[in-house]
T-cell receptor
Framework: EAQVTQNPRYLITVTGKKLTVTCSQN?????MSWYRQDPGLGLRQIYY???????DKGDVPEGYKVSRKEKRNFPLILESPSPNQTSLYFC?????????????FGQGTRLTVV | AQRVTQPEKLLSVFKGAPVELKCNYS??????LFWYVQYSRQRLQLLLR??SRESIKGFTADLNKGETSFHLKKPFAQEEDSAMYYC?????????FGTGTSLTVIP
């Protein structure tokens, strides 16, 4: 089944404790991205990757890191999480954005930083 | 710069009534526009795309370049349409999403 898989689904952590949220896709998509979803603010892009070893900042990259060593994986790293990073996170993948490109989303990861 | 604007955060309509979710965009090139839907406790999924000019679950959306709009419409709302709706725009290398409209269909 074609899908985007995020782990974990739920995570509670303490301020400053490094964490990684994994994202994997099995559709051979070049493009992957991370979003955070907050009430009243909708989806905001954190980072995106056009292909292996190519990453770029989205609209809200502060406090986050990513890597793209393999085509299928795009982990999101919070080196020193803070409470304002409490949010619902989504990973998405697609072929290169353009005509008729559909983005496929993961199930979401709900992160709470206390 | 805000590329996609959805002016209504919340929208409630009665079952059987028409519904319109507004979306305006700002982009100098040829826009590629989509509507995504997120049902309760589910992941976002594509509802429809302007290039296909399709009707999905009774929803349609017409791209109006003069008004830079891509409003989503359905003539008769159903309870199962209650969800979060996002308008999205793609450029050459990014997706841009609006802030979303939460639609509630009242039985």
């Amino acid at each position: 089944e074609a899908q985007v898989t995020q782990n974990p689904r739920y995570l509670i952590t303490v301020t400053g404790k490094k964490l990684t949220v994994t994202c994997s896709q099995n559709m051979n998509h070049e493009y992957m991205s991370w979003y955070r979803q907050d009430p009243g603010l909708g989806l905001r892009q954190i980072y995106y990757s056009m292909n292996v070893e190519v990453t770029d900042k989205g609209d809200v990259p502060e406090g986050y890191k990513v890597s793209r060593k393999e085509k299928r994986n795009f982990p999101l790293i919070l080196e020193s999480p803070s409470p304002n990073q409490t949010s619902l996170y989504f990973c998405a993948s697609s072929f290169q954005p353009g005509t008729n490109t559909e983005a496929f989303f993961g199930q979401g990861t709900r992160l709470t930083v206390v | 710069a805000q590329r996609v604007t959805q002016p209504e955060k919340l929208l409630s309509v009665f079952k059987g009534a028409p519904v319109e979710l507004k979306c305006n965009y700002s982009y100098s090139g040829s826009p590629e526009l989509f509507w995504y839907v997120q049902y309760s406790r589910q992941r976002l999924q594509l509802l429809l795309r302007h290039i296909s000019r399709e009707s999905i679950k009774g929803f349609t959306a017409d791209l109006n370049k003069g008004e830079t709009s891509f409003h989503l419409k359905k003539p008769f709302a159903q309870e199962e349409d209650s969800a979060m709706y996002y308008c999205a725009l793609t450029t050459g290398n990014q997706f841009y999403f609006g802030t979303g409209t939460s639609l509630t269909v009242i039985p």
